[in-house]
Each structure stands twice: as structure tokens, then as C-alpha cells.
């Protein structure tokens, strides 16, 4: 069975200062593999995935997400992060053939302060 | 496009009352999905149909039945609501159900019940 671990429920960082949010994943099979944010009272939005290929990725909003086999993690990254930025943030996982489901972390909750 | 539209908003249920959830897409995805979210616990999948005509249990599907009305719309509907129930419910959409695709979420619906 897949499944995902977020293992602080919040990051806290000025604004200008660089950013970390971290995931590690359990999958059997390539995992697949998805950051999303969710402001406030609204849905989640899609923010970057990693299939294949590099293991940077860049996605919305200056994000970027670093893929490792070897710890089996895939942490999102920014270098400056801004006061918008300020949201809960899941890593989701997919593995395996066939139909498969996205499994979700519990979510990170990132205030970045003036 | 409207994306993914979720009706009612916000309901407050008393216990033992029943309702259904709406939930349409218009991007032509194939697979869809309802979510409940509950602190702490991130996004837990509860019903999803992989293709019109199709449907399949997730993770927590006790309380609840869905139905796939056409290829745009999947109701959710809870028989006997619970004050258990009680949470912010998501629903998904996405290309096909394979893993390579991203979903998309619609604005969720605050339910209560008390």
C-alpha cells in the first residue's frame, strides 16, 4: 500500500527567506508524485508532479520540488518565500499499474511572516 | 470554464436527515472523485468512479452512496447523516484515473450536523 508522510504540521519563515516543506513517500513500483496548496476556505489547487525525467521540478508560483529515490523523498523548495505564500500544503503519491488512487499527506501548514 | 462546481456551500444537517451532495465538471474528465477533509487527517477518499458508469469504494465509504449521473456530474449522498459526518467535503476530477494526471478540486461544501 502506498502512502505519504508530512512530518511537520507547520513550517514557519520570513518572508525573503528560503523555504522547505518536507515529504517522504512509501510506494511500491515508480512512484508518482504531487504537491498541492490550499488557501483558506477553497479547494485544493495543483501546484507541481513528478513522473519522470528530472528529478527537479518546477512548478506555480516559483515552486520547485526535488524527487530522491534513495531517501524516497520529494520535498517542495522555494528561495524566496513571500507572505501570499502562507497556505496548507499536501503531498500526494501514486504508484503501481492499473487505476490507482492519490493517496494524501495529512498537510503542512507554512506561515511565512513579514 | 467553471472548473469543477460543488452545491450546496455550506448545509447543516440534523441527525438522521439525509441530503446529496452535487458535484459537476467541465473539462471532459473522465474519472472523478469525492473527498472528506478532517483536521489532522488530510484528504481521505470516500467514493470515486474511474469512468462513467463505474464506481468504487475508497478509504471511507460507510454512511454514504454516489452516483455517476452522466460524465459530468457525481452526486454523493448520505442516507442518515451522523454528527461523524461532520467535515468539509471535496470533489476531483481529472483526465483519466491513471497516474499520471493531475486532479482538480471544486470549492468544497461545509457540512454540519448536529
Known amino acids: 500500500a502506498q502512502s505519504v508522510a508530512q512530518p511537520e504540521d507547520q513550517v514557519n519563515v520570513a518572508e525573503g527567506n528560503p523555504l522547505t516543506v518536507k515529504c517522504t513517500y512509501s510506494v511500491s513500483g515508480n512512484p508518482y508524485l504531487f504537491w498541492y496548496v490550499q488557501y483558506p476556505n477553497r479547494g485544493l489547487q495543483f501546484l507541481l508532479k513528478y513522473i519522470t525525467g528530472d528529478n527537479l521540478v518546477k512548478g506555480s508560483y516559483g515552486f520547485e520540488a526535488e524527487f530522491n529515490k534513495s531517501q524516497t523523498s520529494f520535498h517542495l523548495k522555494k528561495p524566496s518565500a513571500l507572505v501570499s505564500d502562507s497556505a496548507l500544503y499536501f503531498c500526494a503519491v501514486r504508484g503501481g499499474t492499473g487505476f490507482q488512487k492519490l493517496v494524501f499527506g495529512t498537510g503542512t501548514r507554512l506561515l511565512v511572516s513579514p | 470554464n467553471a472548473g469543477v462546481t460543488q452545491t450546496p456551500k455550506f448545509q447543516v444537517l440534523k441527525t438522521g436527515q439525509s441530503m446529496t451532495l452535487q458535484c459537476a465538471q467541465d473539462m471532459n474528465h473522465n474519472s472523478m472523485y469525492w473527498y472528506r477533509q478532517d483536521p489532522g487527517m488530510g484528504l481521505r477518499l470516500i467514493y470515486y468512479?474511474?469512468?462513467?458508469?463505474?464506481?468504487d469504494k475508497g478509504e471511507v465509504p460507510n454512511g454514504y452512496n454516489v452516483s455517476r449521473l452522466n460524465k459530468r456530474e457525481f452526486s454523493l449522498r448520505l442516507e442518515s447523516a451522523a454528527p461523524s459526518q461532520t467535515s468539509v467535503y471535496f470533489c476531483?476530477?481529472?483526465?483519466?484515473?491513471?497516474?499520471?494526471?493531475?486532479?482538480?478540486f471544486g470549492p468544497g461544501t461545509r457540512l454540519t450536523v448536529t
Open positions: 476531483a476530477s481529472s483526465e483519466v484515473g491513471d497516474r499520471y494526471f493531475e486532479q482538480y
Open positions: 468512479s474511474a469512468s462513467e458508469g463505474t464506481t
